[in-house]
């Protein structure tokens, strides 16, 4: 089975930083990769999809990039409603992944 | 407007079983593939089984197989996951979402139900 991982697990940033997070394939998935944005008590929601698709509704300081194994989610300017954990799930085959998760705080 | 509503959850004795339903509505049901999600409290999210729009194929995350069963009825726009050998590890927050196999990622997620397994 294909493994997700993703680092870092938490980061902390001010308002205004530009915020990476990276997640690796333990092989190629191609841009078969989605990211969601879960916020504290809620539902996940889906970010991106296709590796750098933005979903309707989404606000354009996300971007996602990468093929492969290796992808990034960046924040352009985190804000104060960005503050959630951050999952990348991979969907090149019916067996969906999930990346551990990074939990994205305001300093 | 896509909703999906669990029901089902509670509290169930290790060994025990217990089947969770998620009614859909807004989308053609039948069309889709939908999955079940969990997340133990305080971790984070784990896939757990799907199935295909027509019922014809069903997959599972390991940890399941031979406990858990998925299953549908596009008569009823339902769907359900039937948990049985239940373990305390199995205590998690179960979403129904919809899926759409491997030509786009899950979209749609609903409130989840949460299952508490202990004696």
């Known amino acids: 089975d294909i493994q997700m991982t993703q680092s870092p697990s938490s980061l902390s940033a001010s308002v205004g930083d530009r915020v990476t997070i990276t997640c690796r394939a333990s092989?190629?998935?191609?841009?078969?990769l989605a990211w969601y944005q879960q916020r504290p008590g809620k539902v996940p929601k889906l970010l991106i999809y296709?590796?750098?698709t933005l979903q309707s509704g989404v606000p354009s300081r996300f971007s996602g990039s990468g093929s492969g194994t290796d992808f990034t989610l960046t924040i352009s300017s985190l804000q104060p409603e960005d503050v959630a954990t951050y999952y990348c799930?991979?969907?090149?085959?019916?067996?969906?992944?999930f990346g551990q998760g990074t939990k994205v705080e305001i300093k | 407007e896509v909703q999906l509503v669990e029901s089902g959850g509670g509290l169930v004795q290790p060994g025990g079983s217990l089947r969770l339903s998620c009614a859909a509505s807004?989308?053609?049901?039948?069309?889709?593939?939908m999955s079940w999600v969990r997340q133990a409290p305080g971790k984070g999210l784990e896939w757990v089984a799907n199935?295909?729009?027509?019922?014809?194929?069903?997959y599972y995350v390991d940890s399941v197989k031979g406990r858990f069963t998925i299953s549908r009825d596009n008569a009823e726009n339902s769907l359900y996951l039937q948990m049985n050998s239940l373990r305390a590890e199995d205590t998690a927050v179960y979403y129904c979402?919809?899926?759409?196999?491997?030509?786009?990622?899950?979209?749609?997620w609903g409130q989840g139900t949460l299952v508490t397994v202990s004696s």
């Open positions: 979402a919809r899926d759409w196999g491997t030509s786009n990622p899950i979209d749609y």
């Open positions: 807004g989308f053609t049901f039948s069309s889709h593939w």
């Open positions: 199935i295909k729009g027509d019922g014809s194929e069903k």
């Open positions: 092989q190629g998935i191609s841009n078969y």
């Open positions: 296709a590796a750098s």
């Open positions: 799930q991979k969907y090149n085959t019916v067996l969906r992944t």
